[in-house]
């Protein structure tokens, strides 16, 4: 069966070598991307790495796809071919290809081949090839509004205990609403196991109440990955995790926030709040709050050890 070819270009206003970048880093796609919801890079050599991305489509389904890509930044071009969960190829193959233009702008074409057995429909795949282009060249695009308007932080807490109890008490997001005094509700589904989105009221040390939506990816007993996908008014995406990394002497308990800023509903947090005000602002909420659910995970894990 002869395969089906797409492609899509675009120019982009910043440099071939930018946007190549910008291909070559996945880890900021959940947070640029309305659809990606994690990703994970594995280093082969200098010109070849192994990523995989999880995906959270329309109709609130998740889905990974395991890519092995050739780099070759003299040609500008990043190859790559699909693979299944044994390493071996489904089917689906492209490229991106870049080329100068004048004025610092970049030509970019993103290319996908199917092959009729391939596993993934091709509206899914289709689907995926336009978000990362228009994901990517936007990135590069807005490099220098991004830097001011992304907020990123972790905050770690040491615990002694184990990481599947600390795990446990983080994993049960259902339970907050009685555990954690500004969570209010959580309605939550786990249809698909280590798979949860729910919805979710709390309020801000401030006393600002937000309703949410989020989609949570679980790794027991290491690892939680969530994305906000009903983001309150004044961000454009929040994403984070919850790690849990064991040592001799415990463990420690880490958070990560990922926000991005909406320049047009800074006067949310009162008139003539600037960039650097809400982003403060963040910090200090989205930290104190999350700081709380450490603190539990802590005295349960602790509790539960003994210590």
């Known amino acids: 069966m002869t395969p089906t070819r797409t492609a899509s270009s675009t120019t982009v206003d910043a440099p071939a070598d930018?946007?190549?970048d910008h291909i070559v880093d996945v880890a900021p796609?959940?947070?640029?991307?309305?659809t990606i919801l994690h990703t994970e890079h594995d280093p082969v050599k200098d010109d070849e790495d192994v990523v995989q991305i999880w995906t959270v489509t329309k109709d609130e389904q998740v889905w990974s796809r395991t890519i092995r890509r050739s780099l070759d930044r003299a040609a500008l071009r990043v190859s790559f071919v699909d693979e299944d969960a044994d390493g071996q190829p489904t089917g689906v193959r492209g490229a991106w290809t870049l080329r100068d233009v004048s004025g610092g702008k970049t030509e970019v074409e993103l290319a996908f081949e199917i092959d009729g057995e391939a596993p993934e429909s091709p509206e899914r795949l289709e689907a995926a090839r336009l978000d990362l282009l228009t994901?990517?060249?936007?990135?590069a695009q807005r490099r220098d509004e991004l830097a001011d308007l992304v907020v990123d932080f972790?905050?770690?807490?040491?615990?002694?205990?184990?990481?599947e109890d600390a795990y446990q008490i983080l994993y049960e997001a259902d339970k907050w609403p009685e555990r954690l005094h500004h969570v209010a509700r959580i309605d939550m589904t786990e249809n698909v196991p280590n798979v949860q989105f729910f919805d979710m009221d709390t309020s801000t040390p401030d006393g600002r109440a937000h309703t949410t939506r989020s989609v949570r990816l679980c790794f027991p007993h290491y690892k939680i990955i969530y994305k906000q996908i009903g983001l309150p008014a004044l961000l454009d995406a929040h994403t984070g995790h919850w790690r849990?990394?064991?040592?001799?002497?415990?463990?420690v308990i880490e958070s990560r926030h990922t926000a991005v800023i909406?320049?047009?509903a800074l006067h949310i947090l009162g008139p003539g709040t600037t960039v650097e005000d809400a982003r403060r602002y963040l910090r200090k909420v989205l930290s104190t709050n999350s700081m709380t659910n450490l603190r539990l995970a802590k005295q349960f894990a602790e509790e539960r050890a003994g210590a």
């Open 29 to 34: 796609l959940p947070h640029l991307s309305p």
């Open 154 to 163: 972790t905050d770690p807490l040491y615990a002694a205990g184990s990481a």
């Open 18 to 20: 930018t946007v190549f």
């Open 262 to 264: 909406k320049p047009s």
């Open 135 to 139: 994901t990517v060249t936007d990135a």
């Open 244 to 251: 849990f990394t064991e040592d001799r002497d415990g463990l």
